[in-house]
């Protein structure tokens, strides 16, 4: 039995890119929700791509809706960590430590981006 299509594009591709969307807009609340406390976080986000930079600190994310698979990448000055998932249909994220519901990944995004740029990382006091 073939996957059901709307204007071409497979029911599960579909499913995945509404997931997807929903990551990037949660990243845009979390990172609004940490602007508050004096961050200043700014969400960038394209078809399959979407970034969160806080000074210095980047992280990308991109993204296959064709596949589910995604990488992730933070870049700072002195170090950069990149990882993969798979956006799943049920609207799970799977990290090879395995699943995470998707407000909790966006979360750790962010908090991590903070972190990163927290005066204790850099060294500042």
């Known amino acids: 039995m073939s996957d059901p299509t709307e204007d071409g ?17 949660m990243l845009r609340v979390y990172s609004h929700a940490a602007s508050l406390n004096g961050k200043e ?3 960038t986000g394209i078809s399959d791509e979407a ?10 994310l991109c993204f296959r809706p064709e596949t ?3 990488t992730w990448r933070v870049t700072q000055p002195q170090q950069e960590t990149w ?4 956006i ?5 994220l799977t990290f090879p430590a395995g699943p995470k519901p998707l407000d909790t990944a966006a979360i750790d995004w962010v908090e991590h981006v903070v ?6 990382t850099l060294g500042i006091s």
């Open 51 to 60: 970034w969160v930079k806080c000074h210095d600190c980047v992280l990308g």
């Open 83 to 86: 990882g993969e998932f798979r």
């Open 68 to 70: 589910g698979e995604a």
């Open 9 to 25: 594009v497979p029911y599960h591709t579909q499913v995945r890119l509404h997931v997807w969307e929903s990551l990037v807009s």
């Open 115 to 120: 972190r990163a740029t927290s005066p204790a």
């Open 41 to 43: 976080l700014v969400v």
């Open 88 to 92: 799943e249909e049920d609207g799970t």
